[in-house]
């Protein structure tokens, strides 16, 4: 019965993946930037010849190797240890279906400015149901990087999330600049993805 349970929870997660990766292709496809967390991972992706989805793989690979760090010797357990490690196929299937998104609305192409919205709003919903169904089964690779550098820094969850977000927004810009010399997929639809989604969900909660 334990068995069947826990197996059910990794399904439900593996919807919310699909959620959240819907709403990153919404979000993305409204040509009004990014999330924070993708906002690198797409500046990447559109400057080189690796997908949206690779790049998310490759990046949540090197924040699962900094979390290892973070967790080493007095700083963490086994456990800790596992759930790191555990990231690693979760980040794979949520990279897979990014690309599947990206490939399903990829004739989706806002035509003015109030689509271009509409289509940003539903994406920030979408996301926001994928946050809300997913169980606490695993990490995501943000939110476990997160998550260490707070207790190896004894800091508040809070703000060391504000400054990975704002780290990781921050590298998409210099990024696009060294590769166009202009900011490209940082935009305003950015900033209001990172306002309104923690707003959606404590409505879904409520």
């Given at each position: 019965?334990?068995?069947?349970?826990?197996?059910?929870?990794?399904?439900?997660?593996?919807?919310?993946?699909?959620?959240?990766?819907?709403?990153?292709?919404?979000?993305?496809?409204?040509?009004?930037?990014?999330?924070?967390?993708?906002?690198?991972?797409?500046?990447?992706?559109?400057?080189?010849?690796?997908?949206?989805?690779?790049?998310?793989?490759?990046?949540?690979?090197?924040?699962?190797?900094?979390?290892?760090?973070?967790?080493?010797?007095?700083?963490g357990t086994?456990?800790?240890?596992?759930?790191?490690?555990?990231?690693?196929?979760?980040?794979?299937?949520?990279?897979?279906?990014?690309?599947?998104?990206?490939?399903?609305?990829?004739?989706?192409?806002?035509?003015?400015y109030g689509?271009?919205?509409?289509?940003?709003?539903?994406?920030?919903?979408?996301?926001?149901?994928?946050?809300?169904?997913?169980?606490?089964?695993?990490?995501?690779?943000?939110?476990?990087?997160?998550?260490?550098?707070?207790?190896?820094?004894?800091?508040?969850?809070?703000?060391?999330?504000?400054?990975?977000?704002?780290?990781?927004?921050?590298?998409?810009?210099?990024?696009?600049?060294?590769?166009?010399?202009?900011?490209?997929?940082?935009?305003?639809?950015?900033?209001?993805?990172?306002?309104?989604?923690?707003?959606?969900?404590?409505?879904?909660?409520?």
């Amino acid at each position: 019965m334990e068995k069947e349970s826990l197996i059910k929870r990794y399904l439900v997660f593996i919807a919310g993946l699909y959620f959240l990766a819907m709403g990153i292709s919404l979000i993305v496809h409204s040509s009004l930037g990014t999330t924070p967390i993708s906002s690198m991972n797409y500046v990447l992706s559109i400057n080189t010849s690796l997908s949206l989805g690779t790049w998310t793989f490759i990046v949540n690979l090197l924040m699962i190797i900094i979390q290892l760090w973070l967790a080493s010797g007095k700083y963490g357990t086994r456990k800790d240890t596992i759930e790191i490690l555990l990231q690693i196929p979760f980040s794979f299937i949520f990279s897979a279906f990014i690309d599947l998104n990206m490939i399903l609305i990829r004739n989706l192409v806002p035509s003015n400015y109030g689509m271009a919205v509409g289509i940003l709003l539903a994406g920030c919903i979408i996301q926001s149901i994928g946050v809300e169904i997913k169980p606490k089964a695993a990490m995501m690779s943000a939110e476990g990087l997160v998550k260490y550098i707070a207790r190896r820094c004894n800091k508040k969850f809070g703000n060391v999330k504000v400054y990975v977000d704002i780290t990781l927004v921050s590298l998409a810009i210099l990024i696009s600049l060294a590769f166009t010399m202009r900011i490209e997929g940082v935009r305003e639809g950015s900033v209001i993805a990172a306002c309104i989604t923690g707003y959606i969900v404590n409505f879904l909660n409520y």
